[in-house]
């Protein structure tokens, strides 16, 4: 957001009078109730979306809580408040949205057994000869002649010797460098039924805990200091909480056009979501069924020019009415960059034989899995250029945010009733305890790098990334920073072993969303401190809501598999990106070139991506000065993110957008702009009703199993 924007702002968005009001407390006992409420009632809905369609349904439950508990309370004759209202709505979403057990357990399960990780990328290692089965010895070319193998009849005595000096050399899958503190070994992922239940869990989950304990330490309490700078300070606006605000006002109030619209598209949402999932809940077979979209791949590939390209439409609901919030001008970025890679880069890689992995009628799916090393480089090059030119592009900012800590001191001794200087320690101690948890797990990992690097990067980035929400509404996200950091201390000829890409990241970045909950917080005139308490609170209990329905649906079917399509596509995708980074640092044994680190990471690509995304940011900048244009013509962040996200998505988003367009056309901007919340909430109630209806039928049908006796 520019200063001549940003000035507009606050003109049309003068002091609210709420300011002067009181703040309330929002954790009440009513209210605490919507924690069980969506931990273990909405969040299986929300779970079973995320492996089957890759949607969440995080915005529907905060409207679901809201309107449910709005109503309730009205017959105790004492409607809710406004700070009440606040809390339903955010904490409801936080209780139904841990995902913690299906990123940090199902993912290095998967990893664990996956096929490329145990099969494509491959390393040697020394191991005692008693150790390596026949099979697995390998030619040594010098102690019995090139080429030959090292059999143990041929050894004999000389056997002892040769294993004191040397030991013996075989491979190794990538999937075994992964230590048993990120997952257990083989075959307790492989036991069925699968279970968490399981002694070699322990330390897994346990190192997550901690790790999340530091995070959420660190979080907070820099989310309050930014809090004092931010909101209280310089009162930026933060564009997006004032539509949550509004809507909890909104729903503690007697509104029936609001109630009218919500019913008319919740009833069309419930249509939609009838169409698209009941026949997969009632029996209908996943295979070519169009979930989590469309696939057009099979057809469009028999026309010759257009051999390689994706081509399908996402089938679930969100991904259409995420068309009616996300600004148009982003969803065309994002459309443009799936486009430029998924379709014209992927038809030029084919013909130019660069995407050697390619076969006609690949289904999106795979050709997204295979795709990946053809454009590593340019995601990265992309990535990085839309994350950097935002903060370096803006250095305003950057001197404003430093200039408002240096000064905090004596205006703000105070923040919540805690010292700054108290919550800074807290911050960096928190920050500290991560990093030593890392360092137990990767001991060889030079400390003087990751320990200052921590510290600093948690610090100054959490400010710019707050300042950046509070003015423009959206996050600064530079990509691929870990990587960066361990590729780097590899050059330095450091020790940093296999663990490190999968030991937990001692940086913590999550301060902005607090700060930005803090600014709602003042607008609906809610205690910080309730809002605080109320998501401590929450998110244990929705961590272990996750652990009890992430534990029931692994044992229905498999994660992945044909009955989880989303996910069946997604960690594949997971595991082969994990095994392409392992190979910066790590020497492979694998004859398909594809995977070679020399072809995926091309510097020359990752430059050029670079280059093309910086020529954009100058044309942008002229355009946005120029007499015709006003903003920005294109984004980055849409841009670079339209290039990895599966076209479908960005396809049923511009659709969603064109929709939204043509509403706004019809009934006008004003109304539009009044009811488009209403109209999302109800669509996505609708179909997220049938979605938890449809869950239920699932889990029953495949949980009937045949009793042997």
Not at 175 to 182: D, N
Request: charged residues 15%; contains cysteine.
């Amino acid at each position: 957001m520019s200063d001549r924007e940003l000035d507009q702002f606050e003109r049309d968005v003068p002091m609210d009078p709420r300011d002067l009001e009181p703040e309330q407390e929002g954790l009440t006992g009513r209210t605490s109730l919507v924690i069980l409420y969506g931990a273990f009632i909405l969040m299986p809905a929300n779970l079973y979306l995320l492996l089957v369609a890759g949607q969440s349904l995080i915005t529907p439950i905060h409207f679901i809580a809201l309107i449910l508990w709005v109503e309730m309370c009205k017959f105790s004759r004492k409607p809710l408040t406004t700070a009440e209202a606040f809390i339903v709505y955010s904490v409801s979403g936080v209780a139904a949205g841990q995902i913690i057990f299906y990123l940090y357990a199902i993912h290095p399960a998967y990893f664990r057994r996956a096929e490329i990780a145990t099969t494509a990328f491959k390393t040697l290692k020394v191991v005692p000869w008693k150790d390596v089965p026949p099979e697995a010895w390998l030619p040594v070319s010098g102690l019995m002649g090139a080429g030959k193998s090292l059999l143990l009849q041929q050894m004999g005595a000389a056997q002892r010797v040769y294993e004191s000096l040397l030991g013996a050399t075989k491979a190794v899958p990538f999937s075994e460098l992964a230590p048993t503190w990120w997952a257990p070994p083989k075959h307790v992922v492989d036991a069925t039924p699968h279970s968490f239940l399981h002694a070699e869990w322990l330390v897994p989950i346990g190192i997550g805990i901690l790790v999340w304990i530091c995070h959420v330490m660190a979080d907070v309490s820099l989310g309050i200091v930014c809090r004092e700078l931010f909101v209280k300070g310089e009162r930026l606006p933060f564009p997006f909480a004032h539509p949550t605000a509004d809507a909890c006002i909104a729903l503690t109030q007697e509104r029936p056009d609001f109630r009218r619209i919500f019913t008319i598209t919740g009833l069309l949402g419930t249509i939609w979501g009838l169409i698209i999932y009941w026949p997969v809940a009632v029996g209908k077979k996943i295979v070519n069924y169009p979930i989590p979209w469309a696939d057009f791949n099979a057809k469009i590939h028999t026309v010759g020019w257009l051999r390689g390209a994706n081509a399908g439409i996402a089938t679930d609901i969100l991904a259409f009415t995420g068309g009616f919030i996300v600004p148009f001008r982003v969803i065309c970025s994002m459309l443009i960059g799936g486009i430029a890679i998924q379709v014209v880069g992927n038809v030029i890689a084919v013909e130019t034989g660069v995407f050697r992995r390619f076969v006609s009628g690949m289904s999106i799916r795979t050709t997204l899995l295979n795709q990946v090393p053809v454009w590593m480089s340019v995601f990265i090059g992309g990535m990085v250029a839309a994350g950097l030119l935002q903060i370096l592009g803006r250095p305003k900012e950057m001197i404003n945010t430093f200039r408002g800590l240096g000064s905090s001191g004596r205006a703000a001794r105070e923040v919540g009733g805690i010292n700054i200087f108290v919550l800074l320690i807290l911050f960096f101690g928190s920050v500290v305890g991560a990093v030593a948890i890392f360092k137990v797990l990767i001991p060889t990992f030079p400390i003087w790098y990751i320990a200052p690097f921590a510290l600093i990067w948690s610090f100054v980035f959490s400010l710019i990334d707050a300042r950046a929400i509070g003015t423009t509404g959206f996050r600064v996200d530079p990509p691929y920073v870990r990587q960066a950091l361990i590729i780097g201390a590899h050059k330095t000829g450091a020790d940093v072993g296999h663990g490190v890409w999968f030991a937990p990241w001692p940086i913590a970045l999550g301060a902005s969303g607090w700060t930005q909950n803090f600014k709602i917080c003042d607008l609906v005139r809610c205690k910080a401190s309730s809002f605080i308490k109320a998501a401590l609170i929450a998110t244990p209990v929705g961590m272990l809501a996750n652990f009890i329905f992430i534990e029931i649906f692994w044992r229905i079917a498999d994660i992945p598999s044909a009955t989880y399509p989303y996910a069946d596509t997604i960690l594949p995708i997971f595991a082969q990106n994990l095994c392409i980074w392992m190979t910066t640092t790590t020497p492979v044994m694998n004859p398909d070139p594809t995977y070679s680190a020399a072809s995926i990471f091309k510097i020359t690509w990752m430059f050029y991506a670079f280059g093309a995304f910086f020529i954009i940011y100058l044309a942008n900048r002229v355009y946005a000065a120029s007499r015709v244009g006003r903003k920005e013509l294109l984004s980055l962040i849409g841009l670079a993110v339209g290039m990895a996200v599966p076209l479908p998505f960005s396809v049923s988003l511009f659709v969603g957008g064109v929709l939204a367009i043509l509403i706004r056309r019809r009934w006008g901007k004003e109304w539009f702009d009044r009811y488009r919340n209403v109209m999302v909430a109800g669509l996505v109630v609708g179909e997220g009703i049938v979605i938890g209806i449809c869950a239920a039928i699932a889990a029953l049908k495949n949980s009937l199993v045949a009793i042997p006796y």
